[in-house]
T-cell receptor
Framework: GAVVSQHPSRVICKSGTSVKIECRSL??????MFWYRQFPKQSLMLMAT?????????EQGVEKDKFLINHASLTLSTLTVTSAHPEDSSFYIC??????FGRGNVEQYFGPGTRLTVT | AQSVAQPEDQVNVAEGNPLTVKCTYS??????LFWYVQYPNRGLQFLLK??????LVKGSYGFEAEFNKSQTSFHLKKPSALVSDSALYFC?????????????FGSGTRLLVRP
């Protein structure tokens, strides 16, 4: 089946530093990837849609200058949390859509998540 | 507004008993519905989906869900619960928003299966 990986699985960083999270589709190409944020005991909130070769589309209320998304290849999207603060601590999950099934593909495959803790 | 509701924060069942996790939705057009399971500190694992066809959908690990158009529901069920089924369950619907399709998730229901 389709596998999506994330790296790192957990990261601790100091306030004011930047952290990069990678999302890779391992056995399929993904023009479109999604980044979600999940607070403890809450649901997933879509942050942005990452499109290979073009700018990401951010959801309302998400600061694009703080959460930089780069989708440089068909198998890799990165999320960089810039100038991190303790309130950015969260569980970040990416997902990807398999290009083989066209734009109408309804399935998204999720990564295992990255636990970010900002001290 | 397009949305998904999971009315129960937690469902408690005894091992071996049947379980139901409720989900209702509100979406324009034909709904594409999904159930995912999440274990602690892990991403989401796909359980099953409904796109079209039979209202009863069978998925992974013995789970099934029944699509009910008149009640706009998509409840997750399993005939005999296992302790290992204890996890967080999310219902989701694909919705068209801002010229693209996005998954809208419910708030999640924690399933606790006691031995």
């Amino acid at each position: 089946g389709a596998v999506v990986s994330q790296h790192p699985s957990r990261v601790i960083c100091k306030s004011g530093t930047s952290v990069k999270i990678e999302c890779r589709s391992l056995d399929f190409q993904a023009t479109t990837m999604f980044w979600y944020r999940q607070f403890p005991k809450q649901s997933l909130m879509l942050m942005a849609t990452s499109n290979e070769g073009s700018k990401a589309t951010y959801e309302q209320g998400v600061e694009k200058d703080k959460f930089l998304i780069n989708h440089a290849s068909l198998t890799l999207s990165t999320l960089t949390v810039t100038s991190a603060h303790p309130e950015d601590s969260s569980f970040y999950i990416c997902s990807a859509r398999d290009d083989r099934f066209g734009r109408g593909n309804v399935e998204q495959y999720f990564g295992p998540g990255t636990r970010l803790t900002v001290t | 507004a397009q949305s998904v509701a999971q009315p129960e924060d937690q469902v408690n069942v005894a091992e071996g008993n049947p379980l139901t996790v409720k989900c209702t939705y509100s979406v324009s057009g034909n709904p594409y519905l999904f159930w995912y399971v999440q274990y602690p500190n892990r991403g989401l694992q796909f359980l099953l989906k409904y796109i079209t066809g039979d209202n009863l959908v069978k998925g992974s690990y013995g789970f099934e869900a029944e699509f009910n158009k008149s009640q706009t529901s998509f409840h997750l069920k399993k005939p005999s619960a296992l302790v290992s089924d204890s996890a967080l369950y999310f219902c989701a619907v694909r919705a068209r928003m801002d010229s693209s399709y996005k998954l809208i998730f419910g708030s999640g229901t924690r399933l606790l299966v006691r031995p």
